[in-house]
């Protein structure tokens, strides 16, 4: 099937910068939307950042000018350069894609399994 693997995150102090990237592999013909997703403790899960096949790019207001979403369609993989980090953002990150799959031949959507960022101040 298709398959989620995220790397990058840990504990960075305030101000710091960190590089999330969210690989996919499996049954994958082509990928549409990639996206990551946060949650915090006590949270709604949130979009943080978008991008489309077209590299048509949208951002949460809180991290715009902060973040940057970018893709290598390549190797079907997602990034996210997180710069000038907050306490704020401490979360846990999630990418998540719409793509469609070869096997099903459906377009379906899958989430990552979620990595722990922790900004201390």
């Excluded at 499996?26 to 946060?38: A, K, L, P, Q």
């Excluded at 077209?54 to 991290?63: A, E, G, L, M």
């Excluded at 715009?64 to 996210?80: H, M, Q, W």
Aim: proline share 2%.
């Amino acid at each position: 099937q298709v398959q989620l693997v995220e790397s990058g995150g840990g504990l960075v102090q305030a101000g710091g910068s960190l590089r999330l990237s969210c690989a996919a592999s499996g049954s994958i013909f082509s990928i549409n939307t990639m996206n990551w997703y946060r949650q915090a403790p006590g949270k709604q899960r949130e979009l943080v950042a978008a991008i489309t096949d077209r590299d048509s790019t949208n951002y949460h207001d809180s991290v715009k000018g902060r973040f940057t979403i970018s893709r290598d369609n390549a190797k079907n993989t997602v990034y996210l350069q997180m710069n000038s980090l907050k306490p704020e953002d401490t979360a846990v990150y999630y990418c998540y894609v719409r793509l469609y799959n070869t096997r099903s031949l459906r377009v379906e959507a899958y989430w990552g399994q979620g990595i722990q960022v922790t900004v201390s101040s």
